[in-house]
Every structure is written in C-alpha cells, then in structure tokens.
C-alpha cells in the first residue's frame, strides 16, 4: 500500500495549488482519505475527509470555504485544491487513508489514519 502526495510549491498570497494524492497498493474506494499539514513547530492537523462510501466532504474551519477535496476513481486520486492560499496555509501537507471507508465520530483522529503519503510541502509567501 503507497500513498504519494504532489503538487506542492511556492506560490503568492492569494494564489492556488493542487495536491493530488496518488494511491496504489488499494483502490480510492476502501478507505476513507484525509489531507494532514503540519507547520514548523506545530502538531500536524487535519485539513480535509472525504468519505469513498458516499462521497462525504468535510472541512476544517481554518480552510472551508477555500479548500476543496475530491476523488477521481478512474486515476485512484483524491486531490486538494487550494485557492486563496494564506501565508499561515504553509506547511508539509500530507494525504492517509482512514481506517473506514465511511467518516465516523473519529474521523479527524489521526491516530485512526493507517497509510500516510510522504508529504509535499506548500509555501506561502510574498
């Protein structure tokens, strides 16, 4: 089972990157996927679910409404798209699989993540 994470770089205030989380080893469909970041200094925290059960989005507050995450089961990705990128939005960004492939109370746990990606890292600066 491989997670590989990609898309990062440096981009302005304002601007906007795509990460694609690229997986193998199982299909897209098994497991819920969740999008990580952790900044210099801090605990890694969670960006963004989707559930491959019924295709369920979730957001943290930090991100919503500027994030969005999405699966494409024919290329077996789930990719973040990022708009109006804030210079706090800097950080290694990482993709995992959950243990279920539907979002239960846990799901922002991310002790319950089995698989991680190796992370990419996205810097916003002016």
């Known amino acids: 089972v491989q997670l590989q994470a990609s898309g990062g770089g440096s981009v302005q205030p304002g601007g906007s990157l795509r990460l694609s989380c690229a997986i193998s080893?199982?299909?897209?469909?098994?497991?819920?996927i969740g999008w990580f970041r952790q900044a210099p200094g801090k605990e890694r925290e969670g960006v963004s679910y989707?559930?491959?059960?019924?295709?369920?989005?979730l957001y943290s507050n930090s991100v919503k409404g500027r994030f969005t995450i999405s699966r494409d089961k024919a290329k077996n990705t789930v990719d973040l798209q990022m708009n109006s990128l804030k210079p706090e939005d800097t950080a290694v960004y990482y993709c995992?699989?959950?243990?279920?492939?539907?979002?239960?109370?846990?799901?922002?746990?991310?002790?319950?993540?089995?698989?991680w990606g190796q992370g990419t890292l996205v810097t916003v600066s002016s």
């Open positions: 995992a699989s959950y243990r279920h492939p539907y979002l239960d109370g846990a799901y922002d746990s991310k002790e319950f993540y089995t698989y």
């Open positions: 080893g199982f299909t897209s469909g098994a497991h819920a």
């Open positions: 989707i559930s491959s059960s019924d295709g369920t989005t």
